[in-house]
């Protein structure tokens, strides 16, 4: 325990990598990669960045960040 808090309190759940296997892109149906840095899923035809936010992936395209 840190300071009297559990550790899973502290640090962010994991994003399950198995679930890529059924998510696609919202917008292009395309296929996503993981950034583990970031915690995203990135759609490179779509040129988005969707948040994972608790292990959970937030596929809305009004959460998702513009990319280049």
């Known amino acids: 325990m ?3 808090v559990p550790p899973e309190a502290v640090e ?3 994003f ?3 679930m890529l296997e059924a998510l696609v892109c ?3 149906h ?3 990669h993981y950034d583990a840095d970031r915690q995203e899923l990135v759609s490179r035809a779509a040129h988005l960045a969707f948040p ?3 292990g959970i992936p937030i ?3 009004d ?3 513009q990319i280049d």
């Open 2 to 4: 840190t300071g009297g």
């Open 12 to 14: 962010p759940p994991e």
């Open 16 to 18: 399950d990598r198995r």
């Open 26 to 28: 919202p917008v292009t």
């Open 30 to 32: 395309a296929v996503l």
């Open 52 to 54: 994972i936010r608790g």
């Open 59 to 61: 596929m809305l395209v």
């Open 63 to 65: 959460e998702a960040r």
